[in-house]
């Protein structure tokens, strides 16, 4: 007896879906078992990478926000945007979030906990250099944990360009004013040696 041809459809239809799907769980546990063969090099460069680089921008923006704050004169427009909001503020705030938010999930790792109390956002050696643990059962938290530190870093990236572009407008902007004042000073300067000849020739 032969199948109906709407049968034999459903049988390719469910046959090519079961491949599909055993295709996908065969790409998941190899990817889960070179994520654990590869974990022990992973944790320690992508966490250490990002610890530098969560606490390089944090002091990027400390020393930006002195440098802002010795160049405005006390009570200033320019200083009281920062502790209203200001992109600056916005950035900061975003990266002590993702220090607090990376140091949750790095603490299972390391091999040595912090000494004492260590500030949230202090810059220091000790801040930077850290050493963590890779054991299997690290390996397989690091499964987990793998995705988040990854999308930090992503958010960092972002961080890092919103602050390049809020830079480069500020450029922009004093290269602008910069420009407008020396050609204000030249229309100055011509109008100066105008009336020097003309006081020269009599008039």
């Known amino acids: 007896m032969s199948l109906a041809p709407i049968s034999i459809a459903s049988i390719a239809i469910g046959f090519i879906s079961f491949s599909f799907t055993l295709a996908i769980w065969i790409h998941a546990f190899w990817d889960a078992f070179q994520t654990l063969g590869s974990a022990p090099s992973q944790i320690q460069d992508a966490l250490s990478v990002l610890r530098q680089g969560l606490y390089e921008e944090r002091e990027y923006l400390k020393s930006k926000r002195r440098r802002g704050e010795g160049d405005v004169m006390p009570g200033s427009k320019s200083k009281s945007l920062y502790y209203e909001g200001g992109p600056t503020r916005v950035i900061n705030d975003a990266v002590k979030d993702l220090i607090k938010e990376f140091k949750e999930y790095e603490r299972p790792f390391l091999v040595t906990?912090?000494?004492?109390?260590?500030?949230?956002?202090?810059?220091?050696?000790?801040?930077?250099?850290?050493?963590?643990?890779?054991?299997?059962?690290?390996?397989?938290?690091?499964?987990?944990?793998?995705?988040?530190?990854?999308?930090?870093?992503?958010?960092?990236?972002?961080?890092?360009?919103?602050?390049?572009?809020?830079?480069?407008?500020?450029?922009?902007?004093?290269?602008?004013?910069?420009?407008?004042?020396?050609?204000?000073?030249?229309?100055?300067?011509?109008?100066?040696?105008?009336?020097?000849?003309?006081?020269?020739?009599?008039?």
């Open 113 to 203: 906990p912090h000494e004492g109390r260590e500030k949230e956002l202090e810059w220091s050696f000790d801040a930077t250099q850290q050493h963590y643990q890779c054991d299997f059962p690290r390996r397989v938290l690091w499964l987990r944990a793998k995705g988040h530190i990854y999308n930090i870093a992503n958010r960092l990236e972002k961080a890092q360009i919103r602050r390049i572009a809020q830079e480069t407008t500020e450029t922009q902007f004093m290269v602008r004013d910069t420009m407008g004042m020396v050609r204000e000073y030249e229309t100055r300067l011509r109008a100066i040696e105008e009336r020097l000849q003309m006081s020269r020739i009599g008039y």
